[in-house]
């Protein structure tokens, strides 16, 4: 087994072919699919299933390209320490929730490490997936939150995969709002008065139970309900129907504009952020700069 057999199955694995995965590794296809069929001979293990219709990475293939993808990354750390000459194309991932404080950290990173070659990746993704991109190292770190009714399950699923949760802040949960709309004259807003406006979540694709759910009391019961993928078009729905949704109460004007504003909710509960990691994961510099910076952006208890 070589580094290079490491990096052609996880090339292939991200490219999803082996055509396109040879041509951006500038090698011929018969000559990664036999190197690939070495390693896996060697490993005795069948990476990727072979189908009409493609490659599709097998059960064993995903718990190896999770191990191969670690050890790349610590490769890397040891060219980056001792071949300081030789220039690198810098690699950092991370999967999160939809949170502002998680978008202007990483910005923080980028204007740190902002050098002539990166590949940096910022997913903004479903719970499930934040979780399989971590264990998998497609991501370095996952932001995510837990509470009193999803808390077991998400932990006993980080567990499963080696994960530990590290918190970084406890909020009372907050309600988004348009700065115009009939509510924001109140200091703190209730489930009553929301009753009669639309609620506004992110959907969690195959994975829509609501251990999974994004925004804390999602179990309840609504009479208008409007899913979304992005933050973009959620805050266009808070503006447009006077909708809302229910979150940390950590908002950025940068990002959000002035037309966006966080109310209390009186509930009894509490949203407890966090990021997670690789258990026995050295974190990169990258990896330890963005920790930092998501402390800077957080509130201060």
Do not use: W
């Not at 109460?249 to 504009?257: A, H």
Request: charged fraction near 25%.
């Amino acid at each position: 087994m070589t580094l290079q057999q490491l990096k052609y199955v996880v090339t292939v694995a991200e490219k999803g072919t082996i055509s396109e995965a040879a041509k951006s590794l500038f090698i011929s296809q018969p000559s990664l699919t036999n190197s690939i069929k070495e390693l896996e001979q060697e490993m005795n293990i069948n990476i990727f299933s072979r189908t009409n219709k493609g490659i599709v990475i097998s059960n064993e293939g995903d718990e190896f390209l999770g191990y191969a993808r670690q050890i790349l990354e610590q490769s890397e750390l040891l060219e980056d320490k001792y071949k300081v000459s030789k220039k690198h194309r810098k690699r950092f991932s991370v999967s999160t929730q939809h949170y502002s404080f998680a978008v202007n950290a990483f910005v923080d990173v980028i204007k740190m490490y902002g050098e002539e070659q990166y590949d940096f990746t910022l997913r903004e993704t479903q719970t499930f997936e934040i979780i399989q991109d971590v264990s998998l190292l497609k991501s370095e770190l996952g932001i995510l939150y837990t509470c009193s009714t999803n808390e077991d399950i998400i932990l006993k699923m980080l567990k499963q995969n080696d994960l530990k949760f590290q918190e970084l802040f406890v909020a009372k949960p907050h309600v988004f709002i348009r700065s115009r709309h009939p509510l924001a004259k109140f200091e703190n807003i209730t489930l009553e008065q929301l009753k009669d406006y639309p609620y506004l979540s992110f959907e969690q694709g195959d994975y829509n139970s609501f251990y999974y759910s994004e925004e804390i009391l999602s179990s309840l019961e609504r009479n208008k309900n409007i899913k979304v993928r992005d933050r973009a078009t959620l805050f266009n729905l808070v503006i447009g129907l006077n909708g809302y949704t229910i979150s940390t109460g950590v908002i950025s004007k940068e990002l959000n504009g002035e037309d966006i504003i966080a109310k209390p909710l009186k509930v009894d509960e509490t949203i407890r952020i966090g990021v997670i990691i690789q258990k026995n994961l050295t974190l990169s510099r990258y990896g330890i700069a963005y920790l930092d910076a998501l402390k800077r952006h957080i509130p201060i208890a």
